[in-house]
C-alpha cells in the first residue's frame, strides 16, 4: 500500500507543477505548501492570516486527488458536530480518544468573529488511515460546521493517529456559507492544524488503538513537518491547543483568520 506520507508529497507536487515549481527541490517544501503569513493591525489587535496548505490527498470534497474524484458534498448527515460516527448510509465509529473541538473563525481586519462561514473538516483515524480512501468501507472523520454569533465551530472528534512523516494534524476547508459549500464550491481557505505534541504523546502512549503513533511522533515532530515549517510563532498559531487527558478526553481550542 502506497504511504501516507508518499501521497501527501504526490499532492503537493502535482499542486508545485501547477504553480510553475517543478523545478523546486525537496528542501523548497516549506516555501511550496505556505502562503506567506501576514500580520494586519487594525483596532489595537494584530492578527496573523492562516496559511494556506495543501489539501492533501484524501479531502472527499470534490476535487480531483490522485486520479480520484470523491465527494460526500451535499449528503445527508455531513452537517453535523459530531464527526466520529460514519454517514450517509454507512456503519461505524472511529476508536479514538474524544476531542471536543472548538475552531473560531476571524477576520484578518481586527480579529473580528465570521458568523455564518462554513468550516469542513477531515482527517485520519487513531491507525492513520482516511476514510474512504484507505478505508472505503467506512466514512468517519468528515464533517461540516456553520459558524455561530461568536464564529466557532465545535466538532466532536478524536485525537488523530501520527502516520509516518507527517505530525498529528487535520484538515480545513472554510467557505463563505454552507450554501456555498454545497453549490458553488468556491473555498476561501484551505489548510491544516496541528496539535500540542506532549499531549498528543499522552494519548499515544496510553490508547492501544494509536499503533506506532508515539514512534512517529518521534521522528517527525511537527516542527519537521513540512506544513508547519514556517516561524514558531505562526506554529503556534496554527495549532489546536489540548487541555484534558487520554481518560477524560480533551477539549481542543484554535483560531483560523481568513483575509
Sequence with gaps: MTSRLATDLAALSSRRQAMGLAALGLGGLAAACQVTVAARTAGGETCLLTPTEIRGPFPADGTNTGGQTLSVFGQQGLVREDI???FAGMEGEAPGVRLDCAIRLVSAQGCAPLAGR??????CDAAG?????NRRDVNWLRGMQASDAEGIVRFTTIIPGCYGGRAPH????AFDSLESATSDHASLLVSQLAFTEEECARVYETSREYGASLANLRRWPATRDFAFSGPEEELME???HLSGSPEKGYAGTATVTLG
Excluded at 462554513?118 to 482527517?123: D, H, I, V
Excluded at 488511515?129 to 480512501?133: A, G, P
Excluded at 487535520?170 to 476547508?173: G, L, T
Design 84 to 86: 466520529r460516527g460514519s
Design 118 to 123: 462554513a468550516l469542513y473538516l477531515w482527517q
Design 129 to 133: 488511515d482516511y476514510s474512504l480512501y
Design 170 to 173: 487535520v484538515h480545513i476547508e
Design 238 to 240: 496554527q495549532t489546536i
